[in-house]
């Protein structure tokens, strides 16, 4: 009997300190969310870096320029250190605005609104004029064969479907002829390839995104149309009105440049070699200002700084706030990033990364052990009151997904999706298409998030 007693009351007591602790908990939940609703930078720095200084594809100027622009930002966010890390970036130019249109038939030209791959080869001046020849997938396009394929140019005409929910599913099936489409049609002979914009959206507007070449494939151009444009050419294939399509754009690659990713680090107070990061990507493509991908993740992990030194929080562990270089077309920030951390001696608890856009909260994916799991499971319900309750298995990012060889936890923050295809890639992705209160938000429960981690660890 007086077993059973004394068990009851170490249960009790372990069920009143949780209590307690999540009672304490939310009221610091609730400091972080007032402190960056009345004096959050992130919006501020946001229009700095998207109109300040605008396009930052690695290699470009804007890029340099941005090193320089959020280290001031980190220092002035209150980070003990701010410092560089070096990493060779892929200097990658868009060269002159380029030309497609299609040979009809009936002599009449219908134009067609294209923008090059990112790191894709150009046409060369004189442009490329063949016949073209769509495909829907790449078993089709096995199927056509190089007798079929040799000489033309493949218009993968492959549309995202509209009945995923979450739209990266849809961008995930759809970005493959994007990234691999190229080099599978060189491998059967193609002379290019024209790949439908990856966007549920059917306007004008066409989005780029990276391709990339396998070594031991030729190197044909690449482009992409509107998903406008590709219904038009479509419809005109099928009714047999195109005779030919041509192509010009003058892209390159150039010699890789020196670039940096930057960071800025708040040491802890009781477990300083327990790292916790938290970080977007820097660069963005060349059409517009890389409002939500990625600038405003950026300015999400900077204020993450920011609000623990205003609420005089100093964190057991320590967090570092990183703006990776290069995610779009080489990713070589984010190993640059490992490869330095294997090399530290500390321990990598935990990598969170914010680069889905600056939409209001949803909840975050995190890829873990079971332990560490149910751990970030018992912390769901003090999300609850900002609306950041979808907790799921699996999740991270490009720049963060290196680390999980060190054992890190990884967290990808989650925002609503439905409207971020509409503008990812493409020259919408302006500061204007950001919302205030919503970044702010995102910022919000990052920075719950990453203050959990910081005070109980992983």
């Known amino acids: 009997m007086q077993k059973k007693l004394a068990s009851t009351m170490i249960f009790l007591l372990a069920f009143l300190f949780t209590m307690a602790q999540h009672a304490e908990d939310s009221i610091m939940f609730k400091r972080i969310s007032d402190e960056i609703f009345m004096?959050?930078?992130?919006?501020?720095?946001?229009?700095?870096?998207?109109?300040?200084?605008?396009?930052?594809?690695?290699?470009?100027?804007?890029?340099?320029?941005?090193?320089?622009?959020?280290?001031?930002?980190?220092?002035?966010?209150?980070?003990?250190?701010?410092?560089?890390?070096?990493?060779?970036?892929?200097?990658?130019?868009?060269?002159?605005?380029?030309?497609?249109?299609?040979?009809?038939?009936?002599?009449?030209?219908?134009?067609?609104?294209?923008?090059?791959?990112?790191?894709?080869?150009?046409?060369?001046?004189?442009?490329?004029?063949?016949n073209v020849i769509e495909i829907k997938s790449f078993k089709e396009m096995e199927e056509f064969g190089t007798e079929k394929i040799k000489g033309k140019i493949v218009f993968f005409n492959f549309r995202m479907d509209p009945r995923h929910i979450n739209t990266f599913r849809a961008y995930g099936e759809a970005g493959v002829y994007r990234v691999n489409g190229p080099s599978k049609a060189a491998a059967l002979g193609a002379a290019g390839v024209i790949v439908r914009t990856l966007s549920p959206e059917i306007d004008d507007l066409p989005h780029t995104g990276v391709t990339v070449y396998e070594e031991d494939k030729p190197k044909i151009p690449a482009v992409a149309i509107s998903t406008l444009g590709a219904v038009e050419l479509s419809k005109a294939l099928n009714s047999g009105l195109v005779k030919s399509i041509y192509l010009k754009t003058t892209c390159k690659m150039l010699a890789d440049k020196p670039s940096y990713n930057v960071v800025g680090e708040m040491r802890g107070s009781e477990f300083p070699d327990e790292i916790i990061t938290v970080g977007g990507h820097l660069d963005s493509w060349d059409l517009a200002e890389g409002a939500h991908d990625?600038?405003?993740?950026?300015?999400?992990?900077?204020?993450?700084?920011?609000?623990?030194?205003?609420?005089?929080?100093?964190?057991?562990?320590?967090?570092?706030?990183?703006?990776?270089?290069?995610?779009?077309?080489?990713?070589?920030?984010?190993?640059?990033?490992?490869?330095?951390?294997?090399?530290?001696?500390?321990?990598?608890?935990?990598?969170?990364?914010?680069?889905?856009?600056?939409?209001?909260?949803?909840?975050?994916?995190?890829?873990?052990?079971?332990?560490?799991?149910?751990?970030?499971?018992?912390?769901?319900?003090?999300?609850?009151?900002?609306?950041?309750?979808?907790?799921?298995?699996?999740?991270?990012?490009?720049?963060?997904?290196?680390?999980?060889?060190?054992?890190?936890?990884?967290?990808?923050?989650?925002?609503?999706?439905?409207?971020?295809?509409?503008?990812?890639?493409?020259?919408?992705?302006?500061?204007?298409?950001?919302?205030?209160?919503?970044?702010?938000?995102?910022?919000?429960?990052?920075?719950?998030?990453?203050?959990?981690?910081?005070?109980?660890?992983?």
């Open 39 to 130: 004096n959050g930078q992130a919006y501020s720095n946001l229009r700095i870096l998207c109109k300040k200084i605008g396009p930052r594809l690695s290699g470009s100027a804007g890029a340099a320029k941005a090193v320089i622009e959020t280290a001031r930002m980190l220092k002035e966010a209150g980070a003990d250190t701010v410092y560089l890390q070096p990493c060779m970036v892929p200097h990658w130019i868009r060269g002159d605005k380029e030309i497609g249109k299609a040979f009809l038939q009936n002599g009449k030209i219908m134009p067609l609104n294209i923008v090059a791959l990112g790191n894709a080869v150009g046409t060369g001046i004189s442009g490329l004029n063949a």
């Open 294 to 458: 990625d600038g405003t993740g950026c300015m999400q992990s900077i204020e993450v700084l920011r609000v623990f030194k205003a609420l005089g929080i100093r964190p057991k562990r320590s967090i570092r706030a990183v703006m990776f270089m290069n995610e779009e077309n080489g990713s070589r920030g984010g190993d640059a990033y490992a490869e330095i951390a294997k090399k530290e001696g500390k321990k990598f608890i935990m990598a969170m990364e914010s680069d889905a856009g600056g939409f209001t909260p949803r909840g975050f994916g995190f890829t873990c052990d079971q332990t560490k799991s149910l751990k970030i499971m018992s912390w769901k319900n003090l999300f609850q009151p900002y609306g950041a309750t979808e907790f799921t298995l699996g999740g991270g990012g490009a720049d963060i997904g290196p680390l999980s060889e060190l054992g890190t936890a990884t967290i990808g923050f989650n925002p609503d999706s439905q409207r971020y295809m509409d503008l990812h890639h493409a020259r919408t992705d302006v500061f204007e298409s950001v919302s205030e209160r919503e970044l702010n938000l995102g910022a919000i429960v990052m920075s719950q998030m990453i203050y959990m981690v910081s005070q109980q660890g992983l």
